[in-house]
């Protein structure tokens, strides 16, 4: 899309594969807002492994946050170029609330059709959402993020947090999901450069990046920096590579710029 490129891909973990259930991770990419306005966005959700219904929660919550957050584009663009966190929070909030609650009475609703009895935690996903815009004078991004997962950014080979977990700011993950367990959406304004790539994607992505495989943090950094941005087939095959001791499903979409 113009000088962005978009690689995308969801997997089944080796534990559901083993198991035979479904995967629980969910991504939409997608455009929003008007030309004046237009940004990439792209979101992954993580629906939480205990929950019974959380790959619906994950698929529907990624869909409807585009849906809303594209009403309120031009409102986030505006804050997005001005770099006010505090608007850009805001409008997240909103969009997010909204989300949760049409997300619950469409469950409650049909739970009532099928005579059963509807629970939120049922339903319960981690989401982030990370906007890009796509006129290329305009270096700000925004993450909003609801759980764990998140935002890196490979520059010089190495890979960075975005949403640092450290930061005392941000709420207890464990606790963070929706349709119920959330206080507020957390919004990370950053500005990149077109040489660094950025990763957004669930725990099952994050955490070997970012834990104790430098191995495979080294070997994903290699495949996705510069010079060559991979092929499609290629991708997906790179996605896939097997980090020990991690077999959760796991959804990465990664995004490089052309230089101008």
Same mark, same amino acid.
């Given at each position: 899309?113009?000088? &962005?490129?978009?690689?995308?891909?969801?997997?089944?973990?080796?534990?559901?594969?083993?198991?035979?259930?479904?995967?629980? /991770?969910?991504?939409?990419?997608?455009?929003?807002?008007?030309?004046?306005?237009?940004?990439?966005?792209?979101?992954?959700? /993580?629906?939480?492994?205990?929950?019974?219904?959380?790959?619906?929660?994950?698929?529907?919550? =990624?869909?409807? =946050?585009?849906?809303?957050?594209?009403?309120?584009?031009?409102? &986030?663009?505006?804050?997005?170029?001005?770099?006010?966190?505090?608007?850009?929070?805001?409008?997240?909030?909103?969009?997010? =609330?909204?989300?949760?609650?049409?997300?619950?009475?469409?469950?409650?609703?049909?739970?009532?059709?099928?005579?059963?009895?509807?629970?939120?935690?049922?339903?319960?996903?981690?989401?982030?959402?990370?906007?890009?815009?796509?006129?290329?004078?305009?270096? %700000?991004?925004?993450?909003?993020?609801?759980? /764990?997962?998140?935002?890196?950014?490979?520059?010089?080979?190495?890979?960075?947090?975005?949403?640092?977990?450290?930061?005392?700011?941000?709420? +207890?993950?464990?606790?963070?999901?929706?349709?119920?367990?959330?206080?507020?959406?957390? @919004?990370?304004?950053?500005?990149?450069?077109?040489? %660094?790539?950025?990763?957004?994607?669930?725990?099952?992505? &994050?955490?070997?990046?970012?834990?104790? +495989?430098? @191995?495979? @943090?080294?070997?994903?950094?290699?495949?996705?920096?510069?010079?060559?941005?991979?092929?499609?087939?290629?991708?997906?095959?790179?996605?896939?590579?097997?980090?020990?001791?991690?077999?959760?499903?796991?959804?990465?979409?990664?995004?490089? %710029?052309?230089?101008?």
């Amino acid at each position: 899309m113009g000088p &962005i490129t978009v690689r995308a891909a969801s997997v089944r973990g080796d534990s559901h594969n083993w198991q035979g259930t479904c995967r629980q /991770d969910a991504m939409t990419v997608t455009r929003i807002g008007p030309p004046d306005a237009e940004m990439l966005l792209l979101a992954v959700a /993580d629906g939480v492994g205990s929950a019974r219904y959380s790959h619906v929660g994950a698929h529907r919550a =990624t869909r409807l =946050t585009a849906e809303y957050m594209d009403r309120e584009a031009e409102g &986030i663009y505006s804050a997005l170029c001005a770099q006010n966190e505090t608007e850009l929070c805001g409008l997240a909030n909103k969009a997010v =609330t909204g989300v949760a609650h049409e997300l619950r009475a469409g469950w409650q609703a049909e739970a009532r059709r099928e005579d059963r009895v509807y629970l939120d935690a049922d339903y319960a996903t981690t989401l982030h959402v990370l906007l890009v815009p796509t006129d290329p004078r305009v270096r %700000e991004r925004v993450l909003f993020s609801v759980g /764990d997962g998140g935002l890196l950014v490979l520059a010089e080979g190495r890979w960075h947090p975005v949403n640092s977990m450290d930061d005392g700011t941000i709420l +207890d993950t464990r606790t963070e999901a929706l349709p119920h367990a959330y206080s507020s959406v957390k @919004a990370s304004l950053l500005r990149t450069l077109p040489a %660094e790539v950025l990763l957004l994607g669930t725990d099952g992505i &994050i955490n070997p990046l970012t834990q104790k +495989d430098q @191995a495979f @943090a080294d070997h994903l950094a290699r495949a996705w920096g510069r010079p060559e941005i991979p092929s499609l087939s290629d991708f997906l095959w790179q996605a896939q590579t097997r980090a020990k001791s991690y077999d959760d499903d796991r959804t990465v979409i990664c995004v490089w %710029e052309d230089e101008a």
